[in-house]
């Protein structure tokens, strides 16, 4: 069984902002909301280069890993395949596509979850598809648009709903 899952949204900055955004490693935790921290960077991302981050579902933690299998700036696409670093075949390809839109920037998110062990395929991936479906990736689109109007480095206040 696979997992297709995926979102669009309409946000208000314009699409090149929005797509260094998404391609920028480092600002994964600001706007993603699985992703807890960036453990490893490449200098710069081109086709085969990786990162590793840690992430947080299900009230666990592990690392994740995720290799660039495209980036085309011109054209604002960025996909890269996705996998736990613990050595488990079963992984995710994520497809990020960005165009102008007449309020600023059409993003859509789409992901193709490739279950290849036992547990994996008869019982997370539809758990996983569910929780992306309706609400990490909504979140996560939310939290892009405010992320890339925020400078590089800062984070919301959860507190009091504006920056820090």
């Not at 960005?98 to 490739?114: F, N, Q, R, S, Y």
């Not at 547990?119 to 996560?140: D, G, K, P």
């Not at 925020?150 to 709903?161: M, Q």
């Amino acid at each position: 069984m696979t997992g297709r899952v995926s979102a669009t949204r309409v946000v208000a900055p314009p699409a090149d902002d929005v797509f260094t955004t998404i391609t920028d490693v480092a600002r994964l935790p600001e706007w993603n909301t699985a992703i807890t921290a960036v453990i490893q960077q490449p200098q710069r991302l081109e086709l085969g280069t990786g990162w590793i981050v840690e992430m947080s579902a299900f009230g666990r933690t592990w690392r994740s890993r995720s290799v660039v299998e495209t980036i085309d700036p011109v054209g604002r696409v960025f996909a890269y395949r996705s996998a736990t670093d613990d050595g488990n075949p079963s992984y995710t390809l994520w497809t990020w596509v960005v165009t102008d839109h007449p309020d600023g920037a059409l993003v859509t998110v789409a992901g193709e979850l490739h279950p290849l062990t036992f547990w994996r395929r008869v019982l997370l991936v539809r758990i996983r598809s569910r929780q992306l479906a309706h609400t990490e990736l909504t979140h996560s689109l939310a939290a892009l648009e405010a992320a890339v109007t925020r400078s590089p480095g800062t984070v919301p206040d959860t507190t009091t709903g504006g920056n820090q």
